[in-house]
């Protein structure tokens, strides 16, 4: 029986990348989640309108969007 917390990725595959984009706060919010969980190979990139939240997000890849728009307040 296959262990419900192994996660396999059948050999065909294994030459893929893996990029996880969170867009706005609850985007944001899972891709630093997945981030912390050691899902090995991906990269992970943080996009919101809101520069406090994305402040607090621990991704490395952050960009701020809309800022001359929303002045960073989502």
Request: glycine content about 16%; overall charge negative; some cysteine.
């Amino acid at each position: 029986p296959e262990n419900s917390e192994t996660t396999r990725v059948p050999s065909a595959i294994t030459g893929l990348s893996l990029k996880v984009f969170g867009l706005g706060t609850a985007g944001c919010n899972l891709a630093d989640h997945l981030s912390g969980v050691g899902l090995s190979g991906a990269e992970f990139f943080a996009m919101d309108s809101d520069a406090q939240s994305l402040s607090r997000c621990g991704i490395e890849n952050r960009t701020l969007i809309g800022e001359q728009t929303t002045g960073g307040l989502g």
